[in-house]
C-alpha cells in the first residue's frame, strides 16, 4: 500500500475502514458485497451457512 501522504497524493479512493489517522475519509459511495463459488468447490468444501465455515475453503 502507497502512503498517500508521504508521496504528495492530493486524492486518493481507498476501499475498507481508516486505519492511518493523518488521513480524513468521506464516503461518496457504498457498493454491495457478493460472495461467489464455483460449483466445484461447494460439492468439494460444501455449502458455508456461516463464517467460520469458510475455513476449509481457504486452507491450501
Not at 502512503?3 to 461518496?28: C, H, K, N, Q, S
Request: glycine share 4%; proline share 8%.
Amino acid at each position: 500500500m502507497v502512503d498517500i501522504v508521504a508521496e504528495g497524493y492530493d486524492l486518493a479512493i481507498r476501499t475498507g475502514l481508516l486505519a492511518e489517522p493523518r488521513l480524513t475519509a468521506t464516503r461518496i459511495a457504498s457498493h454491495p458485497l457478493h460472495i461467489c463459488a464455483a460449483p466445484a468447490c461447494l460439492d468439494h468444501h460444501g455449502r458455508p451457512e456461516k463464517i467460520a465455515d469458510l475455513a476449509p475453503h481457504c486452507a491450501r
